[in-house]
């Protein structure tokens, strides 16, 4: 069927052909009943005619419908027309990541470790949701008009992709960004997009990938069998933390990388400040990620109780790393502490959230926005309680909560919320468990509480007397909704351990 022209279910009338791969069409469409412009991807018919991926197709749009982020390309319906499954995307104008590095070579290198940030941005959002992308290639991330990285294809070659490289003798996509476990056809989880991230980075400092090879095939067990080569060799003025992040999220063995999006942000944001420092000033255009890091970090530092002499001593200390870093290329000492380690007065990286609601709960409390509160962006996203008629949950439950995971056991000594809509009322838990507890009395004594959430930046100081793996903030009272639409509920857009 000559699809150009066609009307999809009576409302999206396709106007032109955006791009096509081997699973899939995108097309440039009118969306008739809400009058806007639209993105249709169309599978193709080969594909579309097996059931079994065709249920898959439609339950990976169902679970990437659930995701809301900046840097996320928002799903906005799903259907069938005639055999032609499809999927409707906001339309984003602007140029491909691929498209930019064609054209301008290597970005900058603060500009290139701040795209890097907010795709691990929007990949930390849907892997709280549980929905592992598996093709984060440049060429699925999509520059707005404002700058900013926009991931698309959510779990679309999860769904397509059957075990290995090939599926009916079709290589599923390009391999240039395909991770070890994925070439060989063995489980993958959110380190696998760790992975390819890291060769996004590599592609945008160098300006090129890092392997090539006369086949897909060969590619990929270049990936395999082949340490990715050394960006300073490529780069030399690559700061040492930025090449530190890198060479981590590449590691061979699964194990050996980030065990989740969000440390491997929290080592990026830290090189991207050095960049900056080096540079004097920011060279690149994702001015959203260029602003709001530093930010972030003064606040999670100033809420603490610092006295002004211990200030002064952190900002020479600062002051002497950065100078370190710009006069050597080294970012000193740190680089020698373990990964993922964090010193007195930083943040501990979080790697996961989880929601919380045992019996007499359902079990599930809005664990579509998990990610929210763990991608670095203390503002526009946020997790949320379901809303409720009274501030004590209508008298069904006693309570529900947010689990944070993070890399190594630690014993921090606050933890920073911040909410968009305090009056709510907490206890803090923790477990050092190798799984967080199911039901609230397995978390024993609590750290902090029950305490109220007075202001929209709070930090709620723990008496960690152990370290602990997880960490439950379980929420006891709620707070008047402030969207207008009544009821109560408690909103967490930022959280933060320190230690």
């Not at 709280?128 to 926009?150: S, T, Y």
């Not at 540079?279 to 610092?306: D, H, K, M, Q």
């Not at 009274?390 to 000594?413: H, M, N, Q, Y």
Request: charged share 25%; hydrophobic share 40%.
């Amino acid at each position: 069927m000559a699809m150009i022209g066609t009307q999809l279910s009576g409302r999206y009338r396709l106007e032109s052909k955006l791009g096509s791969g081997g699973m899939s069409t995108v097309y440039l469409a009118v969306d008739e009943t809400l009058h806007r412009q639209v993105a249709i991807k169309v599978l193709h018919r080969e594909i579309s005619d097996q059931p079994d991926q065709l249920e898959r197709f439609r339950r990976e749009a169902r679970a990437a419908a659930s995701l809301s982020h900046p840097n996320l390309v928002a799903v906005i319906d799903a259907g069938e027309d005639e055999g032609h499954p499809y999927i409707v995307f906001e339309y984003v104008p602007g140029e491909t990541l691929k498209k930019r590095i064609d054209a301008d070579g290597r970005l900058g290198l603060d500009e290139a470790a701040a795209y890097a940030i907010e795709i691990g941005r929007g990949l930390a959002c849907a892997h709280g949701a549980r929905l592992i992308h598996r093709d984060v290639k440049p060429q699925n991330v999509l520059i707005d008009a404002e700058g900013r990285a926009k991931i698309t294809d959510f779990g679309i070659a999860r769904s397509l992709e059957v075990h290995g490289l090939t599926a009916t003798g079709r290589v599923l996509g390009t391999t240039d960004y395909v991770s070890p476990e994925q070439a060989m056809g063995k489980p993958v989880d959110a380190r696998t997009d760790v992975y390819s991230l890291g060769i996004v980075l590599y592609e945008m400092l160098t300006g090129d990938v890092p392997f090539h090879a006369e086949t897909q095939v060969g590619v990929a067990m270049k990936h395999v069998n082949e340490a990715v080569p050394d960006v300073q060799r490529k780069r030399p003025e690559t700061s040492a933390a930025l090449a530190a992040a890198l060479e981590r999220a590449v590691a061979k063995d699964p194990g050996d990388r980030y065990p989740g999006m969000s440390s491997f942000l929290a080592e990026l944001e830290g090189a991207l400040e050095v960049e900056v420092a080096r540079a004097g000033r920011s060279t690149g255009e994702a001015t959203t990620v260029l602003e709001s890091v530093p930010g972030r970090r003064r606040r999670l530092l100033n809420r603490r109780s610092i006295s002004w002499a211990g200030a002064l001593l952190l900002t020479a200390a600062a002051a002497t790393a950065i100078g370190l870093a710009a006069f050597t290329g080294s970012d000193g000492p740190s680089r020698e502490a373990p990964a993922g380690a964090a010193t007195e007065g930083e943040s501990v990286p979080i790697v996961a959230a989880e929601d919380f609601d045992p019996s007499p709960g359902d079990g599930e409390e809005r664990s579509d926005l998990l990610g929210n509160p763990i991608d670095g962006n203390p503002r526009g996203t946020a997790w949320t309680t379901e809303t409720y008629e009274s501030e004590d949950f209508a008298g069904i439950k006693d309570g529900v909560g947010l689990v944070l995971e993070v890399e190594d056991e630690v014993a921090p000594t606050g933890i920073a919320i911040t909410s968009a809509e305090p009056g709510w009322t907490a206890e803090i838990f923790g477990s050092g468990k190798s799984q967080p507890p199911v039901d609230l009395a397995a978390w024993g004594t609590p750290l902090a509480g029950p305490i109220t959430i007075e202001d929209s930046e709070e930090t709620i100081a723990l008496d960690s007397t152990s370290a602990n793996r997880h960490f439950l903030i379980w929420i006891v009272g709620l707070a008047p909704a402030a969207d207008g639409e009544g009821g109560f509920r408690v909103e967490i857009s930022d959280v933060g351990l320190l230690a």
